[in-house]
C-alpha cells in the first residue's frame, strides 16, 4: 500500500459538507493523505500521519479535478475554415458535421487514436480528471464501433452517438437510419459504451426518432444523455427528463416549462436530470450563452463541459469553460467551479469524483494560484501546476 500525503495546502475545495463557500466546502491549513488512489484522510498539517512520499503544495490551491462531462474526441480533420466563416458572419448550423463524417471514415484507427489520445492529454494537462468521450462523427456501423473501442481505450465513460445526424446516404429515409441507429448500430457499439445521446434538434433527430432511439439503448443498459435545444427551442430537455436523463446538454434555448421540467422533482433512483451548459459553443459559433442564472435560479443542477469537437467548440479547456461560465453566464466563481467538479460528476452519476472526501478518488488539482477565484480572475493563464488522477502524479 503507497501512501503520499499533499501537505501545506492554502485552499481546499472539497465538495463535502461544511467547511466555508457553502457548496465548495473550503478548508484551510489542511494536509490531504492518499492511499491506494483514494483520498483517505484530511486535517490540520500538524496532525497528519506519516506518508511514504510528500507533495507540497505550497500554499496553494487544491481542488477536485475537472470533470468534462461532454466531449466529441474521436474525429478525423479540422473546421477552420468553418469557423473563420462563422467569425465572419455565417452562422452555425450543424451542417459540417457531415466534412468531419467524411473525414473520420477515411481516418486508420491509428489516426482516430492519436487525435484521441492528444486532446485526452491536453485536457489533463488543464486539469480534467474524467472526461466523457461521444462517437459520432462515424454513422456506419464499423465506424460507430471502432470510434467507442478507441475511446473505451482511455475512458469509461463512453457514449453511443450514432444519432448525431442522418448522414448523407440515408438523407432521403431517415426512418431506416433510425433502424440501423436501434439495430446493428446499438449492438456493435453497446460494448463499448456507458451512454447513448441523441442530437434532438430541427436539422437532426426530431422527438419521435431521438426518444425511440433513447429507448432501444435504455433496453439494452445504456444510460440516457440528450443533446437538447441548442439551435432553438424544442422539445429536447422535456423528452430528457421524461426517460430519466443524466444529463440535457447544451439547454440554449429554453421555455419556462423546460426550467420547470428540469427544476420538479423526479425520482430516478434518486437521482435529478442536470442542465449541462457548453458555453465554448457559444463562444465558438458567437451564439447567446444559456441563462445559467435562471437555471440556478430555479433549483437545477448545473454542470460545466467542454464540448470539445471540431466543430461547435474546439476547445478542451475546462478553466476556459469556468472563466466564459462567469464572465457571460453571470454563475459566481464558486458556482462555476462546483458545475466543473461536483456537477460534472452528478451529470456521470457518480459519487466518487468531483469531490475530495475520505473514500473519494485522488483525482486533484494543485493551482498556481492561492484561491479558486483565480480561475475565473486570471482568463487563459495556464494555472493549473499539478494534476493527480487515481493518487497518481501526470
Ligand atoms: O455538441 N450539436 C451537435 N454536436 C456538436 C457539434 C458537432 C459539430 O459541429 O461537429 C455539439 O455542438
Ligand atoms: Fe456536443
Given at each position: 500500500m503507497s501512501s503520499l500525503l499533499v501537505d501545506d495546502i492554502g485552499e481546499l475545495v472539497t465538495n463535502e459538507p461544511g467547511g466555508e463557500g457553502g457548496p465548495l466546502g473550503i478548508r484551510r491549513g489542511v494536509a490531504l493523505l492518499v492511499e491506494d488512489g483514494r483520498v483517505a484522510w484530511i486535517g490540520p498539517s500538524r496532525d497528519a500521519p506519516a506518508a511514504d512520499r510528500r507533495l507540497d503544495a505550497r500554499g496553494a490551491a487544491v481542488l477536485p479535478g475537472f470533470v468534462d462531462s461532454h466531449a466529441h474526441l474521436v474525429f478525423a480533420g479540422d473546421r477552420a475554415a468553418e469557423f473563420a466563416a462563422r467569425m465572419a458572419g455565417q452562422p452555425y448550423t450543424g451542417g459540417g458535421i457531415r466534412t468531419t463524417v467524411g473525414a473520420t471514415r477515411a481516418a486508420t484507427d491509428d489516426e482516430l487514436r492519436a487525435t484521441v489520445r492528444?486532446?485526452?492529454?491536453?485536457?489533463?494537462?488543464q486539469g480534467t480528471t474524467t472526461m466523457e468521450i461521444k462517437s459520432g462523427y462515424g454513422l456506419t456501423v464499423a465506424d460507430e464501433a471502432r470510434s467507442l473501442a478507441i475511446a473505451a481505450e482511455i475512458s469509461e465513460e463512453t457514449t453511443f452517438l450514432g444519432a448525431h445526424v442522418v448522414p448523407a446516404e440515408y438523407a432521403d429515409r431517415p426512418d431506416d437510419y433510425v433502424g440501423?441507429?436501434?439495430?446493428?448500430?446499438?449492438?456493435?457499439?453497446?460494448?463499448?459504451?456507458?451512454?447513448?445521446?441523441?442530437?434532438?434538434?430541427?436539422?437532426?433527430?426530431d422527438v419521435d426518432?431521438?426518444?425511440?432511439?433513447?429507448?432501444?439503448?435504455?433496453?439494452?443498459?445504456?444510460?440516457?444523455?440528450?443533446?437538447?435545444?441548442?439551435?432553438g427551442p424544442g422539445p429536447g430537455v422535456q423528452l430528457g427528463?421524461?426517460?430519466?436523463?443524466?444529463?440535457?446538454?447544451?439547454?440554449?434555448?429554453?421555455?419556462?416549462?423546460d426550467v420547470d421540467a428540469l427544476a420538479s422533482p423526479r425520482v430516478d433512483g434518486g437521482h435529478t436530470t442536470v442542465a449541462t451548459l457548453l458555453p465554448g459553443a457559444e463562444f465558438s459559433t458567437r451564439s447567446p450563452y444559456p441563462d445559467a442564472r435562471r437555471l440556478l435560479d430555479a433549483g437545477v443542477t448545473v454542470a460545466l463541459a467542454t464540448d470539445c469537437n471540431p466543430g461547435s467548440s474546439y476547445t478542451s479547456s475546462m478553466p476556459f469553460c469556468v472563466a466564459l461560465a462567469v464572465r457571460e453566464m453571470r454563475m459566481t466563481p464558486a458556482e462555476a467551479v462546483w458545475a466543473a467538479t461536483a456537477g460534472g460528476a452528478r451529470a456521470l452519476r457518480r459519487d466518487d469524483i468531483g469531490r475530495?472526501?475520505?473514500?473519494?478518488?485522488?483525482d486533484l488539482i494543485v493551482l498556481d494560484?492561492?484561491?479558486?477565484?483565480?480561475?475565473?480572475?486570471?482568463?487563459?493563464?495556464?494555472?493549473?501546476?499539478?494534476?493527480?488522477?487515481?493518487?497518481?502524479?501526470?
Amino acid at each position: 500500500m503507497s501512501s503520499l500525503l499533499v501537505d501545506d495546502i492554502g485552499e481546499l475545495v472539497t465538495n463535502e459538507p461544511g467547511g466555508e463557500g457553502g457548496p465548495l466546502g473550503i478548508r484551510r491549513g489542511v494536509a490531504l493523505l492518499v492511499e491506494d488512489g483514494r483520498v483517505a484522510w484530511i486535517g490540520p498539517s500538524r496532525d497528519a500521519p506519516a506518508a511514504d512520499r510528500r507533495l507540497d503544495a505550497r500554499g496553494a490551491a487544491v481542488l477536485p479535478g475537472f470533470v468534462d462531462s461532454h466531449a466529441h474526441l474521436v474525429f478525423a480533420g479540422d473546421r477552420a475554415a468553418e469557423f473563420a466563416a462563422r467569425m465572419a458572419g455565417q452562422p452555425y448550423t450543424g451542417g459540417g458535421i457531415r466534412t468531419t463524417v467524411g473525414a473520420t471514415r477515411a481516418a486508420t484507427d491509428d489516426e482516430l487514436r492519436a487525435t484521441v489520445r492528444r486532446l485526452r492529454g491536453e485536457a489533463m494537462r488543464q486539469g480534467t480528471t474524467t472526461m466523457e468521450i461521444k462517437s459520432g462523427y462515424g454513422l456506419t456501423v464499423a465506424d460507430e464501433a471502432r470510434s467507442l473501442a478507441i475511446a473505451a481505450e482511455i475512458s469509461e465513460e463512453t457514449t453511443f452517438l450514432g444519432a448525431h445526424v442522418v448522414p448523407a446516404e440515408y438523407a432521403d429515409r431517415p426512418d431506416d437510419y433510425v433502424g440501423l441507429v436501434c439495430g446493428p448500430m446499438l449492438a456493435a457499439a453497446a460494448p463499448y459504451a456507458r451512454w447513448i445521446d441523441v442530437f434532438c434538434e430541427r436539422g437532426a433527430f426530431d422527438v419521435d426518432h431521438a426518444r425511440a432511439i433513447l429507448a432501444c439503448g435504455q433496453a439494452v443498459g445504456l444510460g440516457v444523455r440528450v443533446h437538447a435545444n441548442q439551435l432553438g427551442p424544442g422539445p429536447g430537455v422535456q423528452l430528457g427528463v421524461e426517460l430519466g436523463a443524466a444529463s440535457v446538454d447544451h439547454c440554449t434555448h429554453l421555455t419556462d416549462a423546460d426550467v420547470d421540467a428540469l427544476a420538479s422533482p423526479r425520482v430516478d433512483g434518486g437521482h435529478t436530470t442536470v442542465a449541462t451548459l457548453l458555453p465554448g459553443a457559444e463562444f465558438s459559433t458567437r451564439s447567446p450563452y444559456p441563462d445559467a442564472r435562471r437555471l440556478l435560479d430555479a433549483g437545477v443542477t448545473v454542470a460545466l463541459a467542454t464540448d470539445c469537437n471540431p466543430g461547435s467548440s474546439y476547445t478542451s479547456s475546462m478553466p476556459f469553460c469556468v472563466a466564459l461560465a462567469v464572465r457571460e453566464m453571470r454563475m459566481t466563481p464558486a458556482e462555476a467551479v462546483w458545475a466543473a467538479t461536483a456537477g460534472g460528476a452528478r451529470a456521470l452519476r457518480r459519487d466518487d469524483i468531483g469531490r475530495l472526501g475520505v473514500g473519494a478518488r485522488a483525482d486533484l488539482i494543485v493551482l498556481d494560484a492561492p484561491s479558486h477565484l483565480h480561475l475565473a480572475y486570471r482568463p487563459g493563464v495556464p494555472l493549473i501546476r499539478q494534476v493527480l488522477r487515481n493518487g497518481v502524479l501526470q
